[in-house]
């Protein structure tokens, strides 16, 4: 068998691979033997991974919340010490109206409420436009009268509405005398 050996020696001479590997050839052959085994999780680190990832989901949730309410407009009292007492004073007196409203309400009077009440909401959401307006060019003097028209329409939709409760009230008495 020697002899045998000897032969495939002799017969491949000059024919085997004599060079270098390049370098890092020992590193590369290694980290094919010993490969990186997937980490695997332990509860500790699950719950340490979700903790992250939930703080993470807190600061954008809260820093979303506070780029909306960025979106508040600026109030009419807010312009100047005069606008600040201008709303004061309209703001008051709409809160007495509601107070008055509320207590007026029954079966006859509960529809022109709630009707008189939706408009009042469009014009608070008007209102509320107008202050996104009033942030952007608090300069703008047609923003603070069309603010102050928009109270004094708040104003006039409840007092209309109250007459309109009397008119109601004013109807019943008569029917009630005449059925008498």
Same mark, same amino acid.
């Given at each position: 068998?020697?002899?045998?050996? !000897? ?19 020992? !590193? ?8 990186? @085994? ?6 500790? #680190?699950?719950?340490?991974?979700? /903790?992250?990832? /939930? ?37 008051? #007196? ?5 107070? #008055?409203? !509320? ?18 909401? !469009? ?22 009268? /069309? ?21 109601? @009230?004013?109807? @019943? ?8």
């Amino acid at each position: 068998m020697p002899d045998n050996l !000897k032969h495939i020696f002799e017969k491949f001479e000059n024919q085997f691979d004599i060079e270098e590997p390049r370098i890092g050839h020992f !590193k590369r052959f290694e980290e094919k033997l010993n490969p990186v @085994k997937p980490q695997h999780f332990t509860i500790k #680190t699950l719950f340490a991974r979700i /903790a992250a990832a /939930a703080s993470i989901i807190l600061m954008v949730g809260i820093w979303i919340g506070s780029n909306l309410n960025s979106t508040n407009g600026m109030e009419l009292a807010q312009v100047s010490n005069e606008m600040e007492e201008t709303q004061s004073y309209f703001v008051a #007196t709409i809160e007495k109206e509601l107070q #008055t409203i !509320k207590t007026e309400q029954n079966s006859d009077t509960e529809q022109l409420i709630n009707d008189a009440l939706n408009q009042l909401n !469009k014009l608070e959401n008007q209102y509320h436009i107008l202050t996104l307006e009033l942030k952007e060019s608090a300069e703008d003097k047609r923003i603070i009268y /069309a603010m102050i028209s928009n109270f004094q329409q708040r104003i006039e939709l409840l007092q209309t509405l109250m007459q309109q409760i009397e008119n109601v @009230k004013q109807l @019943k008495t008569q029917n009630n005398e005449t059925y008498i």
